[in-house]
């Protein structure tokens, strides 16, 4: 699964956050870093 997602991101399919850290843009998929971080939830919902 991580394989597909990881396909996924590399082409920036699915993704619908931009995060952004010393001017870098990173973009994200919200429900991946909600189940994959210790950020709130709150936090990534006031984002979007």
């Known amino acids: 699964m ?3 997602l990881n396909e996924q991101w590399k082409i920036d399919q699915f993704t ?3 995060l ?3 001017s870098k843009q ?3 998929k919200k ?3 909600i189940v994959c971080s210790q950020i709130p939830k ?3 919902m006031i984002l979007h």
Request: hydrophobic content about 55%.
């Open 2 to 4: 991580m394989d597909r």
């Open 16 to 18: 619908d956050i931009t």
């Open 20 to 22: 952004i850290v010393d």
């Open 26 to 28: 990173f973009r994200a």
């Open 31 to 33: 429900a991946v870093l």
């Open 42 to 44: 709150g936090t990534l």
